[in-house]
């Protein structure tokens, strides 16, 4: 797995071999239509996790305390899609097989897809929780197949069919008529197991861009910040294998709030990794 590092989020250690959970910065930027600009986001996320605390009152942990590890971002070449899909997903299987739990920072949605396909190399069943305001289901999308606004309906064709939606709010009327869609956290607890294997994807514009605005795809009517932490809390002790964070588009959001707000999302979901139920 070649990688570049050029910045740490707060309290990684430095030893890969003895972490828990990964960080992997995945600046994957090809498909974007409406506004690009997610490359940035991994090093920006980083950046901003130094101006917020290490304890977590939500979980009531440290990161001080967690074995995880932030080994940078991966080299991608911008401009060959299929190539930085497989880059990703050999790194994510690297990873996986290792027993270790990947987090990865996009990076655009799409980056989902190869991550799930690393996984299934070593996780024969998965559940997959996705937090967007898209359906993000479409065969195809400007004539593409791979894209963004494709990638779970790409996740399954790979063989994933439990698929919990969460914020959806955008979508055709197929797409909606598809979509397996959570309305309160109380409703997402029933479906998953203690023993079932689940993957969590999380797009940043399932906020209200009145919180968030630094997204490739604002969407009015989003969840704030205190509605994840309830979804957090009814997520913890679920055996969550691994996770991503994307959509974030940096420079949209002169303020800095988008990147640390993303930041302290990663950091929940590096505890979420941590206090898994196997």
């Known amino acids: 797995m070649k990688t570049v590092n050029n910045s740490r989020f707060i309290g990684s250690k430095d030893s890969v071999d003895t972490a828990e959970v990964i960080l992997v910065g995945c600046p994957l930027d090809i498909t974007s239509s409406f506004r690009g600009g997610t490359r940035f986001a991994p090093d920006s996320v980083r950046r901003a996790s130094w101006t917020i605390e290490t304890y977590s009152p939500y979980m009531s942990m440290d990161l001080e305390d967690l074995l995880f590890n932030d080994v940078g971002n991966l080299d991608l070449p911008q401009g060959d899609l299929i190539y930085s899909l497989e880059i990703v997903e050999d790194a994510i299987s690297e990873i996986a097989v290792k027993g270790k739990r990947p987090l990865i920072i996009g990076g655009e949605h799409l980056v989902t897809y190869p991550i799930v396909k690393g996984l299934k190399k070593v996780y024969s069943n998965?559940?997959?929780?996705?937090?967007?305001?898209?359906?993000?289901?479409?065969?195809?999308?400007?004539?593409?197949?791979?894209?963004?606004?494709?990638?779970?309906?790409?996740?399954?064709?790979l063989g994933v069919s439990d698929i919990y939606q969460i914020g959806i709010r955008s979508g055709t009327r197929s797409e909606f008529q598809e979509a397996f869609i959570i309305d309160?956290?109380?409703?997402?607890?029933?479906?998953?197991?203690?023993?079932?294997?689940?993957?969590?994807?999380?797009?940043?514009?399932?906020?209200?861009p009145s919180l968030v605005?630094?997204?490739?795809?604002?969407?009015p009517g989003g969840i704030v910040f205190n509605d994840f932490i309830d979804y957090l809390k009814a997520m913890t002790g679920m055996n969550i294998i691994g996770a991503d964070v994307v959509e974030l588009s940096p420079d949209?959001?002169?303020?800095?709030?988008?990147?640390?707000?993303?930041?302290k999302v990663a950091r929940e979901i590096i505890m979420l990794l941590s206090c898994h139920g196997d």
């Not at 956290?185 to 203690?194: F, Q, S, Y």
């Not at 605005?213 to 969407?219: A, D, F, H, I, Q």
């Open 126 to 157: 998965l559940k997959v929780i996705h937090f967007d305001a898209h359906c993000d289901l479409r065969e195809d999308y400007e004539g593409q197949r791979l894209s963004h606004a494709t990638v779970i309906k790409r996740i399954k064709d």
């Open 184 to 208: 309160s956290p109380e409703t997402l607890a029933p479906h998953i197991k203690r023993s079932d294997k689940v993957y969590l994807t999380f797009d940043m514009d399932v906020f209200d």
């Open 213 to 219: 605005p630094g997204v490739t795809t604002p969407e």
């Open 252 to 263: 949209y959001d002169i303020s800095f709030i988008s990147s640390i707000c993303t930041a």
